[in-house]
């Protein structure tokens, strides 16, 4: 169970309330988020493009713009390098259609094979781009920490853009940066004056084209805002995908973007939303993150991720409409894979042995290394501590995996005290990529469980709430009300309530895969409501047997009781249910605490 923290935030809601045009509970709200002052409030409430920050503000951001622009009106051969994942497939996308507007006709793009070539810019395709005749490679999402690599490409003739998101290199306290490059756009940089460096790699190319297409000048000024804002959806999409703050131009990139995509004019993106079940002009931000995102991921786990380059770049609506069909077909059977591998390394941990580990290390030699990171989040999901999962790899004796940690534990920190174990690793605070010698497996276990504080209040989840609030006081009024404050998301997570005192007196299981419960309950004016659990049944049956004995299950399911079955007070997301064009209220469980 998690412990519940209920914000207790300070403001003068009324005022706020009144000056804004909003109730009491969605200024409580915006306070929560940390949205203070008027000008504050206001542009969060209604900010548009004009408020993004000045992409020429990044270091380098002029000089790699003016050094592509040159090699564009020379008529150089530039290379886009971008990456496997969401990001990276957009940013490239980004570059790649900023490029051609700005006059290039010889630019062409490669992605990474996950598997052969791992993250970003290596040797190989450093290489091959030589042996290409490149003569400007451009990175996106990656090339930050690319030191020897970029080294390499000037030794073979080339001129380096970098444009990243990611956190340079560190020696100690000292950031180390690819000096070989001839730019180094990266707001993460220290010292950059970006005011808001939380953005996704494709944010941070389509900044770098709007400033290469005033360069270039190669379209009239009002060309230009079109097609800039004919890319937000793809900067927005990445932005989720990467999971960046919603906040600031972040916000405003996400919600505009959504907006276009109304428009329907990548064909491509289009043809997937229609083959996800989604409409263009009903798109939320988190349709991006659960359902279009994974779609556009799996070509780069099991495939290549230029065939989702190619989906966004489709010309042909029945070509896009195959693509968007194969791409959700890899989906399907990415979903497959991580449920096996989640099974198994279940079973691994039941099998007994993982009792005393505060952190979890399984080694799962047959499952795709593709999928490992997802499989390591659903393992930490379940049993609330960080895990890593391990697999084979191509390269004989070793073993290769990813790592997802809990909140408040810094696992790139605990990592990096084994180093010395480490054939190759990276990551950050809460995921991280290894490679090692299998013969060491157990020896990173025992140190990385001997060694960390871990204690098991720690690994207690915590659930933040925004407020306590009877059942009774929501409406459907105040509901729609709180679209205001989409898109939801990181740093401004859909709002999250707490009602008292609710007593059970039936409940349904429902859904295809019986995963879905709806419960009957009633407040203490004796109110009648009806609950929806999408998420966490298991765990709920857990907690109702431990505490009841199991025949509470057969009572909750028998059809209505007459008297209480038990009381909890409930975490809840109060959402609106439109069916056959009616809409009523239906309120989603998030946490129940049994009292």
């Known amino acids: 169970m998690s412990r519940w923290m209920i914000a207790a935030k300070r403001a003068d809601f009324q005022e706020i309330a009144k000056k804004f045009g909003i109730d009491q509970v969605t200024a409580r709200l915006l306070r929560n988020r940390d949205i203070i002052g008027d000008e504050a409030i206001r542009a969060f409430l209604s900010g548009d493009l004009s408020l993004l920050h000045d992409g020429r503000l990044m270091l380098d951001m002029e000089r790699g713009a003016s050094i592509v622009a040159e090699a564009i009106r020379e008529g150089r051969r530039i290379r886009i390098i971008g990456d496997y994942d969401v990001d990276g497939i957009c940013a490239t996308y980004i570059l790649c259609r900023g490029l051609r507007k700005a006059g290039s006709d010889s630019a062409d793009a490669v992605l990474p094979d996950r598997i052969r070539d791992g993250y970003g810019l290596n040797a190989s395709?450093?290489?091959?781009?030589?042996?290409?005749?490149?003569?400007?490679?451009?990175?996106?999402?990656?090339?930050?920490?690319?030191i020897d690599e970029i080294a390499l490409a000037r030794e073979?003739?080339?001129?380096?853009?970098v444009t990243d998101h990611h956190e340079p290199r560190r020696d100690g306290d000292m950031e180390v940066l690819p000096d070989a490059a001839d730019a180094v756009v990266d707001p993460s940089r220290e010292g950059d004056p970006y005011p808001y460096p939380s953005i996704c790699g494709a944010v941070v190319a389509w900044k770098f084209v709007v400033v290469l297409l005033e360069m270039t000048g190669s379209c009239t000024a009002e060309e230009q805002k079109r097609f800039l804002e004919e890319l937000l959806p793809f900067a927005a999409f990445a932005t989720n995908c990467d999971v960046m703050p919603l906040m600031d131009e972040n916000r405003i990139i996400m919600r505009e973007g959504i907006r276009k995509i109304a428009d329907g004019e990548n064909i491509g993106l289009s043809e997937l939303i229609r083959a996800c079940g989604l409409k263009e002009d009903a798109i939320r931000a988190q349709d991006f993150g659960y359902t279009l995102g994974p779609c556009l991921n799996a070509t780069g786990r099991l495939d290549s991720a230029h065939r989702g380059l190619n989906l966004l770049e489709c010309q042909n609506r029945e070509e896009a409409a195959g693509i968007a069909g194969d791409l959700l077909a890899l989906n399907s059977e990415r979903k497959t894979m991580t449920a096996e591998g989640v099974n198994k390394a279940c079973e691994i941990i039941s099998g007994g042995g993982f009792e005393d580990d505060t952190i979890l290390v399984i080694y799962l030699p047959e499952c795709h290394e593709s999928v490992a990171g997802i499989i390591a989040g659903r393992i930490r999901e379940r049993y609330g501590k960080p895990s890593i999962v391990l697999t084979d790899c191509a390269e004989a004796g070793l073993i290769k995996g990813s790592g997802r940690s809990v909140p408040g534990f810094d696992l790139y920190r605990a990592l990096s005290a084994q180093e010395d174990l480490f054939v190759r690793f990276g990551g950050h605070e809460q995921a991280a990529g290894l490679t090692l010698r299998g013969q060491d497996l157990e020896e990173l276990r025992r140190r990385l469980n001997e060694n960390n504080?871990?204690?098991?209040?720690?690994?207690?989840?915590?659930?933040?709430?925004?407020?306590?609030?009877?059942?009774?006081?929501?409406?459907?009024?105040?509901?729609?009300?709180?679209?205001?404050?989409?898109?939801?998301?990181?740093?401004?997570?859909?709002?999250?309530f707490a009602a008292r005192d609710l007593a059970f007196y039936g409940g349904r299981i429902l859904g295809k895969n019986k995963n879905v419960g709806k419960y009957t309950v009633r407040d203490a004016a004796g109110n009648s409501y009806e609950l929806m659990m999408f998420d966490g049944l298991g765990r709920f049956h857990e907690m109702l047997t431990e505490r009841f004995g199991a025949g509470i299950l057969t009572k909750l399911y028998d059809g209505f009781a007459k008297e209480k079955l038990f009381t909890c007070h409930v975490a809840y997301q109060p959402q609106i249910n439109v069916y056959q064009e009616r809409e009523r209220l239906q309120f989603r469980v998030a946490d129940v605490m049994i009292i």
């Open 125 to 146: 395709l450093v290489r091959n781009a030589a042996e290409d005749g490149v003569q400007v490679l451009l990175t996106c999402d990656n090339g930050i920490r690319a």
């Open 156 to 161: 073979l003739g080339m001129t380096v853009v």
């Open 453 to 496: 504080s871990l204690t098991e209040g720690d690994l207690d989840p915590v659930l933040h709430i925004d407020m306590e609030m009877p059942l009774s006081y929501v409406t459907l009024d105040l509901v729609r009300q709180f679209s205001v404050l989409e898109p939801f998301g990181k740093g401004n997570p859909e709002p999250l």
